[in-house]
């Protein structure tokens, strides 16, 4: 059965940094593409940012660029987020999902998603 | 940046129901649009993509269809356990725009 468990979210001050993170099993994490999707009362449903099986190909939301890092470690099967210079429509949940792809571009889809680690900032 | 559209933004209906959802894009995005189901306090779940093609172990009283900019989602006989939020998303580009949603709840 797939998993995807998120973790690291929490209340956090304007202008810091947070690094949420997805831990993997059931699948066979390494061969695929990953994404991170936020959602929030005022945003919807927000695409984040993407990464290759391999790292070696990133994509990330123009409202993020800059600021986030997406980062994976296959042996690890885990996913990672890093958020710098947070502000106020940076608070949402956040998911990770998988894609049955190891590249994404075009036909990508997010098959399975985790539950979400909320990520408030706030002074 | 493509933008995605929804209507109707919310629909009342009941058990039994043919229900249908129209998603459109700013521009042509092929077969490359995906609909997901999300219910309260639950992460999406993906019920079609490639415009068409049912993820496996979603029912098939639902359907996709369209192609270029207008697509939708028929539900061809409304369970109770259909009542839910549903998005639709493009994947033309590595940007993934999502729809602000279709609220589908109960007469």
């Known amino acids: 059965e797939v998993q995807l468990v998120e973790s690291g979210g929490g209340l956090v001050q304007p202008g810091r940094s947070l690094r949420v993170s997805c831990a993997a099993s059931?699948?066979?994490?390494?061969?695929?593409?990953m994404h991170w999707v936020r959602q929030s009362p005022r945003k919807g449903l927000e695409w984040v940012a993407s990464?290759?099986?391999?790292?070696?190909?990133?994509?990330?939301a123009d409202s993020v660029k800059g600021r986030f890092t997406i980062s994976r470690d296959n042996a690890k099967n885990s996913l990672y987020l890093q958020m710098n210079s947070l502000g106020g429509d940076d608070t949402a949940l956040y998911y990770c999902?998988?894609?049955?792809?190891?590249?994404f571009g075009s036909g990508n889809y997010f098959r399975y998603w985790g539950q979400g680690t909320l990520v408030t900032v706030s002074s | 940046d493509i933008q995605m559209t929804q209507s109707p933004s919310s629909l009342s209906a009941s058990v039994g129901d043919r229900v249908t959802i129209t998603c459109r894009a700013s521009?042509?995005?092929?077969?490359?649009l995906n609909w997901y189901q999300q219910k309260p306090g639950k992460a999406p779940k993906l019920l079609i993509y490639?415009?068409?093609t049912l993820q496996g172990g979603v029912p098939s009283r639902f359907s996709g269809s369209g192609a270029g900019t207008d697509f939708t989602l028929t539900i061809t006989s409304l369970q109770p356990d259909d009542f839910a939020t549903y998005y639709c998303?493009?994947?033309?580009?590595?940007?993934?725009?999502f729809g602000p949603g279709t609220k589908v709840d109960f007469k």
């Open positions: 059931g699948f066979n994490f390494d061969d695929y593409a």
């Open positions: 999902a998988t894609d049955p792809l190891s590249y």
């Open positions: 998303q493009e994947s033309s580009s590595p940007l993934f725009s």
């Open positions: 521009q042509n995005i092929n077969l490359y």
């Open positions: 490639a415009a068409s």
């Open positions: 990464i290759s099986w391999n790292s070696d190909r990133t994509a990330y």
